[in-house]
């Protein structure tokens, strides 16, 4: 019988896994790494990448480099003004006003459906080379607040990477059923996700294998990035002060300080301090710089301090449409990379 996988299509990151044996295993992808950027890139030639390789010439290729595709599923371009504004590439109205992506590489117009399946391809033929066999059964995750047009969107995207979808599901109760809490009797569990571009809290019923989701609020533009980015720009701001040059304006410094941060902010959630060290970083009249700072996890913790203030009103709203109290809770559920941070 063939193995049906279930695909978490994330914002940031996706994650495809198997049950084996009764317990849910995470499929490595071709790289080895668990998850697999959300990233679409066009080169010159008009090669297409996804994952990791999209994702690490993004700074250098903005225009023909597609990230947070999941922000358009499923809407119009009149219902998202403000998502347009923080991508580099340019989205578009289509057919009946619906968003597309025009790629100047490729001289073409995607829609958001599409370009997820570019990245739905790859989970799915990462998935086959590893267990060795063909993959076509699959359930997909969704925020809980999809409607029912971003619901069907991710569908469509699934059907065009040639997957047939057996069922679209809440991402808490994903989680959920993950940590094997359906098999629990009454209990209401609270769902804290805070991934790579989005932060959602969910309070969910459970009983008899049964997850009734009884309040869901968050934040759609709050996540990792976020604290990544803070990151980048005092290591930017220190490196100013320090040779009177701004990284910030270099495209290639840039993504080098893209990916330091993030490995310093990965770092800091086991060690109090790391440090961020990137020779040849740049050059100027004088000869080439480099770049060697230490950041420790309070300095971490007080650039970011706002934005980890920000996840405290979406829970505290998601319990109060509840009806409950924190003490009314019976389990919390962490999901999510930037959770692993100590504050959060």
Known sequence: MPKTV???LGTTNSVIAVMEG???VVIPNSEGARTTPSVVAFTKSGERLVGQLARRQAAVNPENTIYSIKRF????????SSERTIVPYDVKAGKDE???????N?????TPEEISAMILQKLKSDAEAYLGEKVTDAVITVPAYFNDSQRQATKNAGQIAGL????IINEPTAASLAYGLDKKANETILVFDLGGGTFDVSVLDVGDGVFEVK?????THLGGDDYDRRVVDWLA????KQNGIDLKTDRQALQRLTEAAERAKIELSSRLETTVNLPFITADQTGPKHLEMTLTRAKFESLTADLTERCRQPFLAALKDASLTPQQIDEVVLVGGATRMPII
């Not at 599923?73 to 998202?80: F, T, Y």
């Open 98 to 104: 619906r968003v597309v992506v025009k790629i100047p």
């Open 6 to 8: 279930g695909i978490d």
């Open 164 to 167: 047939n979808v057996l069922r």
């Open 73 to 80: 599923m499923g809407r119009k371009l009149g219902e998202v």
């Open 22 to 24: 009764g317990e849910p």
């Open 106 to 110: 490729v001289e073409k117009e995607f």
């Open 215 to 219: 309040s869901t609020n968050g934040d």
């Open 237 to 240: 701001e220190e490196f100013k």
